[in-house]
């Protein structure tokens, strides 16, 4: 049965990612409330709950979007909370945000070139776009096609391999399946498992709660600011009261 509220679960391992006691918001503005989660090497994480009960903040909050008022975040054991979103990323920590983040006016290369900039080495960005075109096969055909040009799916796997860039240890993805037709999501889905097959901790937001959960090694439900149950994903997708409040019966 799914527990709660303490989301540490049954850790087997040190947490790559974890989160302790955190409030955090933006400015006054307070929207999670002494949030506790861990997120352990190699897992696939999956956050779930209502429109509006934080998850963005959530992530926003580790990667330095978003304000920690008090508690503790940290990486791989090390304190990181308040660091910058370019610190994060120089440290192995990519985030593939909500809204469309490419650049429309430049050409999916020049996206991708964007995802190495903390390299500061155009050589070394350019040979990793190369290593991502023979994965993501469809890019390499788009390459010099404009940005703004691509259908969701393209757009959301541009997104996907731009912040593969800098070869993660950890991604964070906010509801990376959101707006696209389904034959996309399967393939988003199946990017996702495939990256965490190659040991790639992902740390996921999903809409789609089922679809989210069915992949999730842990998941995690936030309501109203607070983290109201966790459990590995299966128990989460069995359990009658998470069923009814949060995946719709
Ligand atoms: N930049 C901001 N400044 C102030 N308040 C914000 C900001 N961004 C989000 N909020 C508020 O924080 C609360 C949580 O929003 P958040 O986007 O984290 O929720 P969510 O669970 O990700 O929602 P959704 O499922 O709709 O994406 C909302 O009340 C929102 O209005």
Redesign the pocket.
């Known amino acids: 049965m799914a527990s709660t509220p303490d989301a540490t679960g049954d850790s087997t391992g040190e947490p790559v990612l974890r989160m302790e006691n955190v409030t955090a ?3 006054n ?1 307070t ?1 999670l409330h002494d949030v506790s989660i861990a997120v352990e090497d190699e897992q696939v994480a999956c956050l779930i ?10 992530m ?1 909050s580790i990667y330095g979007f ?1 304000d920690v008022q008090t508690g503790t975040v940290s990486f791989r054991g090390e304190d990181i909370t308040g660091r910058s979103p370019q610190q994060n990323l120089s440290n192995g920590m990519s985030y593939v945000l ?1 809204d469309a983040s490419v650049f429309p006016g430049m050409s999916v290369h020049e996206n991708m070139l964007m995802g190495g900039y903390v390299f500061n080495d155009d050589d070394r960005a350019a040979a990793r776009a190369e290593e991502l075109y023979a994965e993501f096969p469809v890019l390499a055909d788009l390459r010099n096609q404009s940005a703004g040009t691509l259908s969701g799916g393209q757009r959301r796997l541009l997104e996907l391999a731009r912040a593969l860039m800098v070869e993660p240890d950890v991604m964070m993805l ?2 990376p399946s959101i707006g696209l037709e389904p034959r996309f999501i399967d393939d988003v889905f199946e990017r996702i498992e495939q990256l965490n097959d190659l040991g790639t901790t992902i740390l996921l ?1 999903e ?1 789609n709660a089922e679809k989210g959960l069915s992949i999730a090694d842990r998941g995690f439900v ?1 309501a109203s ?1 607070e983290i109201k149950f966790t459990g590995t994903g299966t128990e989460l997708l069995n359990d009658e009261e998470v069923g009814r409040l949060y995946l719709g019966g």
């Open positions: 918001g933006y400015g503005t929207v709950g209502p429109n509006g009960s934080g998850k963005s903040t959530l926003k978003a909500q906010d509801e937001v809409q936030l600011g």
